[in-house]
């Protein structure tokens, strides 16, 4: 089994910024893609950011130019670097890993963090 536990969460003004870290701990696994959803009150969890195990990235539209995911392969850890952060952003932050876990079969199996609450104000 893998465990996420994210944090970097907090309230911050339209335009400032703000870094998540989510950090993966468990024995004997592999990580093939990390990547980042949100969730805003009322609506539908969204896929934010991906990073592969070869370090490309895709972002969704509205958040291209201001926020960078990237990851630390040697502490497991992924990091949502969040600038010029807008109301809209809003949202609990939710880390997700597909990893393969030894011993578990060679296909790879999706953890999930607990979230941490982003709150941008106006």
């Known amino acids: 089994q893998v465990q996420l536990v994210e944090s970097g969460g907090g309230l911050v003004q339209a335009g400032g910024s703000l870094r998540l870290s989510c950090a993966a701990s468990?024995?004997?696994?592999?990580?093939?893609?990390m990547a980042w959803y949100r969730q805003a009150p009322g609506k539908q969890r969204e896929l934010v950011a991906t990073?592969?195990?070869?370090?490309?990235?895709n972002y969704v539209d509205s958040v291209k130019g201001r926020f960078t995911i990237s990851r630390d392969s040697a502490k497991n850890t992924v990091y949502l670097q969040m600038n010029s952060l807008k109301p809209e952003d809003t949202a609990v932050y939710y880390c997700n890993a597909n990893c393969r876990v030894y011993g578990l079969g060679p296909l790879g199996r999706d953890y999930w963090g607990q979230g941490t609450q982003v709150t941008v104000s106006s």
């Open positions: 990073i592969t195990s070869g370090d490309s990235t």
């Open positions: 468990g024995r004997d696994f592999r990580i093939n893609v």
